[in-house]
């Protein structure tokens, strides 16, 4: 296929990499980034866009997706599909979508699970939403930028799926570092700890594959320092997204609200920017009730 790639940064470079190695005809551009290899490069985002199957974006954020439409919807032929793979607010999915419907492309929003290491193994998971014959169409390029595409309704509903994930990912490892804190106090061993509740009832991925106690359970960032891995800024960001959407629809979520006031508190006035989610754990060692 003929793909055009936007936002080639930690994640973009590698997705749109192996599609280039799969044979596809990739042309990216990035305001910044170099063009990793195999894939051409384009002066512009319309340029990238114009004569292409399928357009991907893989931006910051939901702001930055709307300005980019609005310079490549025009750019792009009738028929094909504007794929964005960001992790972006719902309305702004919907939004989006919306524009390209009328003017005669078609829309998916697929947010990704997995990280850096997905991207480069090719290992992602895609959420996506929008109309099935245009899921259809990406579904190739899904195979090889990932190994598992779920079709989740329509426009928005991949980005609702994915915040919801995250929210639930974040009020874990909150509930899984406090828990590990409170084992410290008591005196438990840590290694005890992660024995009993990996197989019990308390066990989660927070847990079982991304223990946030250095030394225990399988190697995760804690045993690189709390190097990410996953950002605790970009956990803020998709905690934000889903206290943004709950309020839209005035859904309840108090854990969601709280996951996201420590996040904040951590990434802005803790020194957490930079560092792994899970060095929720160290902040907690450090403090104490009250
Ligand atoms: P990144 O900052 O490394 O890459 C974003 C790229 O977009 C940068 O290279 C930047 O120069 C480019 N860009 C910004 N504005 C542009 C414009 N107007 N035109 C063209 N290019 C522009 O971010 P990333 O880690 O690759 O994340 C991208 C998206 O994927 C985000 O929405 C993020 O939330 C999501 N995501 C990231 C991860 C992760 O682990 N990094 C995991 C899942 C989802």
């Known amino acids: 296929m003929k793909v055009g790639f936007i936002g080639l940064g930690n994640m973009g470079a590698p997705m749109a990499q192996n599609l280039a190695k799969a044979g596809h005809d990739v042309t990216g551009f990035d305001l910044q980034a170099p063009c990793p290899e195999g894939v051409s490069k384009a002066e512009t985002a319309a340029g990238a866009a ?3 199957d399928v357009v991907i974006t893989m931006l910051p954020n939901g702001a930055i997706l709307r300005s980019v439409a609005d310079e490549i919807i025009p750019a792009m032929d009738k028929g094909a599909v504007l794929l964005d ?4 607010d719902v309305e702004s999915a919907r939004a989006v979508a919306e524009q390209a419907e009328a003017a005669g492309v078609m829309a998916v929003d697929a947010p990704v699970s997995g ?7 090719g290992t992602l998971t895609f959420m996506a939403g929008g109309r099935q014959e245009a899921f259809a169409k990406v579904n190739p390029l899904f195979d090889v930028m990932g190994q598992k595409a779920v079709h989740c309704g329509d426009s928005g509903a991949g980005q609702s799926a994915k915040i919801c994930n995250n929210m639930i ?3 874990t490892m909150i509930a899984t570092c406090e828990a590990f804190a409170l084992a410290d106090k008591l005196g ?4 005890k700890m992660f024995d009993v509740v990996s197989t019990s009832s308390g066990y989660s991925w ?12 399988p190697t995760s960032p804690a045993d690189n320092d709390y190097q990410p891995g996953f950002a605790a800024e970009l956990m803020l960001k998709d905690l934000r997204l889903s206290q943004q959407a709950a309020e839209a629809v005035d859904a309840d979520t108090p854990m969601g609200h709280s996951a996201t006031d420590l996040y904040a508190q951590f990434v802005e006035q803790e020194g957490g920017k930079g560092m792994d989610f899970s060095a929720m754990l160290p902040r907690f060692e450090k403090r104490h009730r009250g």
């Open 169 to 171: 990912l974040g009020v």
């Open 50 to 52: 114009k004569g292409q």
């Open 188 to 191: 438990l061993d840590r290694q």
């Open 206 to 217: 927070t847990m079982n594959a991304y223990c946030p106690a250095p030394g225990v359970g």
């Open 85 to 88: 793979c960001s992790t972006v």
């Open 115 to 121: 990280g850096v290491g997905g991207a480069s193994g």
